[in-house]
């Protein structure tokens, strides 16, 4: 196996990535083309082998684990402390809705899929908001726990490239942020793999405490 | 004032960026364009207030403090622990040659002088090596320091760059070394203006110890 891009995979990844640096914030149409030039198999093997050393993520890949269905009824009726409220009220004020549930090709194929379908899990637990700065957090966060994620470290890589061309005076605020999100990400557990569906009732700051997230 | 740049400046700042991610690194041809591209007044008098409120960074930019010439068949004579000794040994196996002199038309021409001068002395106190994982933490040494810096950030965020696209393998060291960088560059006294050369004498360890640069 290698991680080696072969030269129109290079190219794509590069075309996408600027493509990215001059899309506006929250463009999600720019972020399909990058999406699609860094899932190669090679980094993705990796990152599964990493994966695979923690007992918590391997059981989900075998199991397939999903969190859907989501029943936001019953999560908005939780307390206001607790993850499920929480995950509700951020997807409510964020006007998000969970993806598809699908079937699986592959691990790769589940791996992408159970990243997306708890993305914004992860928000809510890392305590990462939703402009540019929780997101920069959030992708250091990623790049800390997948390792060898060319997709995340693309949009950290992107959005530092974005300070640096249209907001120069927000550098500090940018690094600290991708500091902070790497360093919670380095002293969590593995979050792949968590059943957040067994965990909506009980209150934040504890499953946070559970699994070794430092939001402060 | 505004620091925002035009769209021909951003234009030629985002292709001298994505030239630089395709260059083999120490492509110093490369660098050119990315140097004349990050230098917009807006950003260099953002530093330049930053750097006034050190005391000695302030002196240095009024006195236009230099540090050549340097002798470097003195400076090999000098203890193998002085800093002196270590900057000439870090030149020589580097086969490396310091800036000339030469008159400043002004502050800012003075800035990139004395920061170009003196830049193979922070690879020395910073304890950064001169291949990709030293360069990276130097860079973000000197984002940490200087604040605004267009031309750092941009180094910083095009060797993010270079390991998505060609290393994703060393993701992780690559971030290891930009959070230790920013850490020393944060904790570390304003380094700009330091006169080195009345420094070459005492050991490397007492000037790290006196400006408070943490290598380990």
Redesign the interface.
């Known amino acids: 196996m290698t991680?080696?891009?072969d030269s129109a995979q290079?190219e794509a990844?590069?075309d996408s990535?600027?493509g990215m640096?001059?899309a506006a914030d929250g463009d999600f149409q720019a972020l399909i083309p990058l999406a699609a030039a860094?899932l190669d198999s090679?980094?993705l093997e990796?990152i599964y082998q990493h994966l695979m050393r923690s007992p918590r993520s391997k059981n989900a890949i075998a199991q397939r684990l999903v969190n859907a269905p989501f029943d936001f009824e019953a999560l908005a009726q939780l307390p206001e402390n607790s993850l499920g409220f929480k995950y509700c009220q951020h997807m409510q004020l964020n006007h998000l809705k969970p993806i598809t549930h699908k079937a699986f090709e592959n691990n790769y194929d589940y791996m992408n899929f159970h990243l997306s379908e708890t993305h914004d899990i992860w928000h809510v637990i890392t305590g990462s908001s939703t402009d540019v700065l929780g997101e920069l957090q959030l992708e250091?966060f990623y790049?800390?726990q997948l390792?060898?994620?060319?997709f995340w470290?693309?949009l950290?890589?992107k959005n530092?490239?974005k300070?640096?061309?249209?907001d120069?005076?927000a550098?500090?605020a940018y690094?600290e942020r991708?500091?902070h999100g790497?360093?919670m990400g380095c002293e969590a557990e593995s979050l792949f793999g968590v059943p957040w569906n067994t965990l909506w009732e009980k209150p934040l700051v504890e499953v946070r405490q559970s699994l070794k997230v430092n939001v402060s």
Chains 1, 2 share one sequence.
């Open positions: 991680t080696a891009l290079e990844f590069l990535f600027l640096i001059r860094s090679g980094s990796l250091a790049v800390a390792k060898y994620s060319r470290l693309a950290l890589a530092l490239a300070a640096m061309v249209y120069i005076e550098s500090t690094m991708v500091i790497w360093h």
